[in-house]
């Protein structure tokens, strides 16, 4: 199998690390952070101009057909950066869903302004009770005439209080874990009856609480099919889970680097730390942690398109499972080979642990990822 990346794919890479390394210094990125809206719309507006929000989309609605390696490429570059940007809730999840179940009409509406830079999506999936199972869904959309009325509260939104339209998961038939009768609805984020609370999430990200009360949407607001939503949902999760896992082999890289540069300056008994040959060791094994987790996450990128639901979902559960060990040994040995001052806010290695940790909780943490790949998950279809 050939693992070389094309001229263009090469291109891309060198063009977003280069942006990156330009414009994204440790230093700006805390100081986007401390304000509002908790990122750069400056940086957007640069992904824009460089093409990166047209990366996923079809070139007949104004995308540049860009695939599943092309995202890992962009995602790994923003892992190292420690991005703050709502690339992932907007491109890669909501814009997946979109993708691929939206209309002719929502797509030629939609995928334009996205790739310029003037729309922001958010999915809106998580409730208080479904933890990380995608089927749990109480929230609900009734039929109202010719539109839908759209009833209740979702949490954990991914740059959900910036966002401009919200995808929303909600139950038009069946029982709360009932597989069948979900459906997918584009709503507003300033239509009447939503009400959304934002806070800053461990990792320095943005998240919404959202409630909707008798929200009234038009027949243009369904996205695919109403009663049988719950594929679209998994195949965009699994892609967006394979995104999640470059970004994270980004992260760890770093936190490799940085705890190599410290071995070499920090000094102890007049000698540089890093001369110590456990010390040594432990170095050598974050680097062997480092490399499994980029060798799974490649697996999940070259699977994420697999029209098989089940093999595509064994895989990206595996290669999750990967990432979260390697985040939990990667980023715990950095932290403690840094001693006391890996965890405070002016070292980078304790910063990129915290995302590397909560990109492990996403879309299902190590527990719940391993018995999708003992075969005991209800995600995979029977």
């Not at 507003?188 to 939503?194: H, K, Q, S």
């Not at 456990?278 to 480092?290: G, K, R, W």
């Not at 995302?355 to 005991?376: E, K, P, Q």
Request: charged share 25%.
């Amino acid at each position: 199998m050939d693992f070389d990346l094309s001229d263009e794919q090469r291109l891309l890479k060198d063009s977003v690390e280069r942006l990156l390394a330009d414009r994204y210094d440790f230093e700006s990125r805390n100081g986007w952070l401390g304000g509002e809206p908790g990122w750069s719309r400056d940086m957007w507006a640069r992904y824009a101009e460089l093409g990166l929000l047209a990366l996923p989309f079809a070139s007949e609605y104004g995308g540049i057909d860009g695939g599943a390696v092309e995202t890992m490429i962009v995602m790994e570059a923003f892992g190292r950066a420690l991005v703050l940007e709502p690339y992932f809730p907007t491109v890669v999840l909501a814009g997946g869903l979109l993708r691929h179940a939206g209309s002719k009409d929502q797509k030629a509406d939609l995928i334009p302004q996205i790739a310029e830079g003037g729309l922001l999506l958010a999915f809106a999936q998580a409730e208080s009770q479904s933890r990380y199972d995608l089927f749990d869904v109480a929230t609900t959309a009734r039929k109202d005439g010719d539109g839908w009325i759209v009833d209740g509260h979702k949490t954990v939104v991914l740059h959900g209080d910036s966002a401009d339209r919200l995808i929303v998961s909600a139950r038009t038939g069946g029982g709360r874990r009932d597989r069948d009768g979900i459906g997918l609805f584009l709503v507003d984020a300033g239509a009447e009856g939503v009400s959304r609370r934002g806070y800053a999430t461990q990792d320095g990200h943005r998240a919404a609480d959202i409630l909707f009360e008798n929200v009234r949407v038009g027949p243009e607001a369904v996205v695919g099919n109403p009663e049988d939503g719950l594929p679209v949902i998994e195949r965009a999760v699994d892609e967006a889970i394979a995104a999640l896992c470059a970004e994270a082999v980004g992260n760890l890289a770093v936190i490799h680097e940085e705890t190599v540069e410290y071995l070499k300056v920090r000094k102890q008994f007049g000698v540089p730390i890093g001369s110590f040959q456990a010390l040594q060791h432990a170095a050598v094994d974050m680097y062997v942690d480092l490399e499994q987790a980029r060798s799974m996450a490649m697996f999940a990128t070259m699977m994420a398109g697999d029209p098989d639901a089940a093999a595509r979902r064994q895989a990206v559960a595996a290669a999750k499972v990967q990432i979260g060990r390697s985040a939990k040994s990667v980023g715990q040995s950095g932290i403690q080979l840094h001693g006391g001052v890996g965890m405070t806010m002016e070292f980078k290695v304790g910063h990129y642990f915290k995302r590397a940790t909560m990109i492990d909780a996403t879309f299902g943490n190590v527990d719940h990822h391993l018995d999708v790949v003992a075969g005991g998950d209800s995600l995979v279809a029977a």
